[in-house]
C-alpha cells in the first residue's frame, strides 16, 4: 500500500488481467530466487506509525499539512497513513553491528522531533501509541476519517465491495486480572473501514539472504505471541477497555473481506497468522496468489512501474498484491537499482511508548530470530503452527497476563518466559550479531525491567485510566476526561524518553 494508485475503483477486466499478470510475476520471481545474485548485509530498519492529537488530546485531521513541512526539511523519509490524523516515519536501514542500536534510537529521537516540530506549528502534537484512546465511535463515522488518496479510497471501495456488508468491530475485553476495575465490551457496525486507521503500529524490517528467509520467518513467527505480550500498548479501543492489544483484532476485523458464510467456508482472512511453518520465502507468495482475490488491480503502466529495476524484476503485480494481504510476518521483495533483497517485515507491534522502548523491542526481535534462526533442531520442529497462533491470541489479549506453551519449558506465564530462558537466548543474539555488549545490556534490561515489573503500555494505561475514574462507563463524561487526562500523561512521560516500565501512575516521575 506504499505506492499511489491512479483508481479509487476497477473493472472486471483489469481484474482479469491482474490476476494472469501476477500469476506470470510468480514464474519470474520463482527463477530470480535461483539464479540471481541477492543483496546479503542482514540490514536492519523501521517504520513508525503516529497519532495526531490537539492540545484537548481529541484525534487532529491534519496530517496533509503536517507532511507538506515535513517533506521540506526531510524529503522521503515520511508519508501519509489511512486515517487523516495519522502521519509514518521511515527511518533508514542500517547495521545492527556495533553501535547500531544506539544509531537507531538517536534516528528516531531526531526524527521525532521534527515531527513534533510539524505538528506544533499546526496546533498539535505526535504520539507513538498502539491505539488513541480518545477516538470515539463517532469521529471514525464521520467520512472525514480517511486521507484524501485515492490508494485509501480504492482500497476501502475494495473492501467494502467484496464484504458487501458493514463493517462489525465486536471484542469482549479481557479479565482485569492486577489492575482496578472492571472490563469492557464493545459492537458496532461501520459504513467503512475506518477502524483500521485506529491501529498504529511500528514495523521492523530485517533483511536476509533467500535462502535464510525461512528461518527467519519461522522464527518471527514462533515468537510472536511473546512480542505482542510484552510490548502491549492498545488496550482502549475508542475508550473501550477491551484487549491488552485490541489494535491485533481491530484490525483483523476492520479490513476482512469474508462474510460469516465465508468464515464459517474456512476462506482465509487477508489479515493473516498463517497457517503452517514455511521452507521458502517462495512459500508465502504462492500462497498469496492461491487464497487471495486482487484487491488493487492496477496495471503496471499505470502506477509508472518499470519491468526492471537495474539487473532485478520489478514484479509489479507480486509486489502490489502483497501489500493487500496484511500477515502479521510479512515477506517483502525489494527490486534494488544494484541488487535486489529480501526481508521480513514484523508488524506485529504497536507504536511506541518511547524511543527506548522501541529500540529495547527491536533488539529482542533481532537478537531471538538470530539465535533460533542458528539451533539445529529449531523451536518451529517442536513447537506447532497451532500453538504459535494460540500464544499469539494469548498475548493479544491478555498481554503480560498470559502464559503461553513453549518447548521444553511447558505452558509458563509469558513474564517467566521471558527472564528465564529468552532473555539469554536474545543477548547471545545479539552477540552473534556482533552487537556493542554496552548496548545488548541497556536494551535488554528494559525488556527485564518491563517483564519482572509487569508494566508495559497496556498495564500502564488500564492502571492511570481506573485510578482516574475507576468506576466509568464507556463514552460518558466522566470516561472522556479521564481518558483526556490520561493521555496528557502518557505524552509528558513519552516526552521524558523514560522506558514505560519506570512511569508512575500518577502522573509524576
Same mark, same amino acid.
Given at each position: 500500500?506504499?505506492?499511489?494508485? $491512479? ?29 540471481? =545474485? ?12 503516529? !497519532? ?13 499539512? *503536517? ?41 528516531? =529521537? ?30 471514525? /463515522? ?42 469492557? $465490551? ?5 459504513? =467503512? ?7 498504529? /503500529? ?26 505482542? &505480550? ?7 479501543? *475508542?475508550?473501550?477497555? #477491551? ?16 462474510? &460469516? ?8 482472512? +487477508? ?12 512459500? #508465502?507468495?504462492?500462497? !498469496? ?94 513447537? /506447532? ?17 498470559? $502464559? ?10 509469558? +513474564? ?15 552477540? #552473534? ?19 519482572? $515489573? ?29 481518558? &483526556? ?25
Amino acid at each position: 500500500m506504499g505506492d499511489a494508485v $491512479s483508481k479509487d475503483t476497477y473493472t472486471p477486466k483489469q481484474r482479469t488481467r491482474f490476476r494472469e499478470r501476477l500469476n506470470a510475476e510468480l514464474e519470474v520471481f520463482d527463477k530470480h530466487l535461483q539464479n540471481a =545474485d541477492f543483496i546479503n548485509q542482514g540490514t536492519i530498519g523501521l517504520e513508525l506509525e503516529m !497519532n495526531l492529537v490537539g492540545d484537548d488530546m481529541q484525534p487532529k485531521r491534519c496530517n496533509v499539512g *503536517v507532511l507538506e513541512k515535513l517533506e521540506e526539511t526531510h524529503p522521503g523519509e515520511y508519508q501519509s497513513e489511512i486515517g487523516s490524523f495519522n502521519v509514518e516515519m521511515n527511518h533508514p536501514p542500517l547495521a545492527i553491528t556495533g553501535r547500531g542500536l544506539e544509531e537507531l534510537q538517536e534516528g528516531l =529521537d531526531e526524527r521525532l522531533r521534527a515531527v513534533q516540530k510539524a505538528a506544533k506549528q499546526l496546533g498539535s502534537h505526535a504520539v507513538m501509541i498502539g491505539t488513541l484512546p480518545t477516538l470515539t465511535t463517532d469521529f471514525l /463515522s464521520d467520512p472525514a476519517w480517511i486521507t484524501d488518496e485515492n490508494r485509501y479510497k480504492a482500497l476501502n471501495n475494495a473492501i467494502l465491495e467484496s464484504r458487501g456488508e458493514l463493517v462489525r468491530i465486536e471484542l469482549e475485553g479481557a479479565l482485569p486480572g492486577r489492575v482496578l476495575g472492571t472490563v469492557d $465490551s464493545y459492537r458496532h457496525d461501520f459504513e =467503512d473501514i475506518a477502524p483500521e486507521s485506529a491501529c498504529t /503500529s511500528m514495523q521492523l524490517h530485517l533483511q536476509v539472504a533467500p535462502n535464510l528467509f525461512a528461518n527467519a520467518w519461522n522464527a518471527s513467527q514462533a515468537i510472536a505471541g511473546v512480542q505482542t &505480550a510484552l510490548s502491549a500498548n492498545s488496550p482502549l479501543f *475508542v475508550g473501550h477497555k #477491551l484487549w491488552h492489544e485490541s489494535r491485533i483484532p481491530v484490525f483483523e476485523q476492520a479490513i476482512d473481506t469474508r462474510t &460469516a458464510e465465508l468464515v464459517n467456508q474456512g476462506v482465509r482472512p +487477508r489479515v493473516w497468522f498463517g497457517e503452517r511453518w514455511i521452507t521458502s520465502v517462495f512459500d #508465502l507468495f504462492e500462497e !498469496n496468489g492461491r487464497y487471495f482475490s486482487p484487491l488493487l488491480p492496477e496495471d503496471r503502466m499505470e502506477a509508472g512501474t518499470p519491468i526492471m529495476s537495474g539487473e532485478s524484476p520489478g514484479l509489479h503485480y507480486m509486489n502490489l498484491h502483497n501489500g493487500t494481504i496484511w500477515r502479521w510476518n510479512r515477506p517483502i521483495y525489494d527490486p534494488n537499482l544494484e541488487l535486489s533483497h529480501i526481508r521480513v517485515e514484523n508488524r506485529l507491534l504497536p507504536a511506541g511508548p518511547t524511543t527506548a522502548d522501541i529500540v529495547a523491542d527491536a533488539a529482542f526481535y533481532y537478537g531471538l530470530v538470530k539465535f533460533l534462526g542458528t539451533q539445529n533442531r529449531p523451536v518451529w520442529s517442536r513447537l /506447532s503452527f497451532e500453538d504459535a497462533h494460540s500464544n499469539f491470541l494469548a498475548g493479544a489479549r491478555e498481554g503480560l497476563r498470559a $502464559s503461553m506453551r513453549w518447548p521444553r519449558v511447558g505452558t509458563v506465564p509469558v +513474564r517467566e518466559l521471558i527472564t528465564e530462558h529468552l532473555l539469554d537466548q536474545a543477548r547471545e543474539g545479539l552477540e #552473534l550479531l556482533d552487537v556493542d555488549s554496552e548496548l545488548i545490556e541497556t536494551y535488554l534490561g528494559i525488556i527485564e525491567g518491563r517483564a519482572r $515489573s509487569g508494566q508495559n503500555g497496556a498495564t500502564w494505561q488500564l492502571d492511570a485510566l481506573n485510578r482516574l475514574a475507576p468506576n466509568s462507563e464507556p463514552e460518558s463524561a466522566e470516561r472522556a476526561e479521564a481518558l &483526556a487526562t490520561m493521555m496528557q500523561r502518557y505524552i509528558a512521560h513519552q516526552s521524558s524518553g523514560q522506558p514505560v516500565h519506570t512511569w508512575s501512575v500518577e502522573g509524576r516521575d
